[in-house]
């Protein structure tokens, strides 16, 4: 939403493309960080890439290490404080930081409406949205291919099955005219 110049953009469950101290909170680039871990590991990348057997990909496109160490592999530590660098997202058991559960939830009482687009709201973390509209009486529109968690729980929604990118493409052209 940002590269596409929203300015009001709550990342509800962080960014991936950049990384959290976790004992400092300072931020970096994900992209520098990799640079540099690359750059630390140089030797250990290239002995692990001659070992690596083309083909052998997980189904998550990860490659498989036959390793059962990792004991050399050098983690560039955080640049402020020297701690550990983690990327900057809620990951599944992790709580999302309340001040960003509270913004959400003054923006869902400010809405005239809830659009949700390209989720199955299966997590309480974004659901929680769902139910709190529709304890406010507003219409809640979903925009996404699949079921959804409204509709598996009975909540009156709007429901928009058809991939994202065409759709909003297509909704985008006709306020262009």
Not at 53 to 78: E, F, K, N, T, W
Not at 139 to 149: D, K, Q
């Amino acid at each position: 939403h940002m590269k596409a110049g929203a300015q009001h953009v709550t990342e509800l469950h962080g960014r991936g493309s950049r990384l959290k101290c976790m004992s400092c909170g300072a931020h970096r680039s994900r992209n520098d960080f990799h640079m540099e871990l690359e750059s630390l590991n140089i030797d250990w990348l290239e002995a692990v890439l001659q070992e690596r057997i083309d083909g052998d990909l997980r189904p998550d496109g990860d490659g498989y290490v036959a390793r059962d160490s990792y004991d050399d592999v050098m983690v560039p530590p955080c640049h402020v404080c020297g701690g550990f660098m983690k990327p900057d997202v809620v990951f599944f058991g992790d709580n999302v930081p309340k001040h960003r559960v509270d913004r959400c939830r003054a923006a869902v009482d400010a809405a005239d409406a809830l659009l949700c687009v390209g989720t199955s709201l299966a997590v309480h973390s974004s659901f929680r949205f769902v139910r709190q509209a529709k304890k406010n009486s507003i219409p809640i529109a979903v925009l996404n291919v699949g079921p959804t968690r409204p509709e598996t729980e009975g909540i009156p929604v709007l429901k928009i099955e058809a991939p994202i990118g065409p759709t909003l493409l297509q909704v985008a052209a006709s306020y262009q005219k």
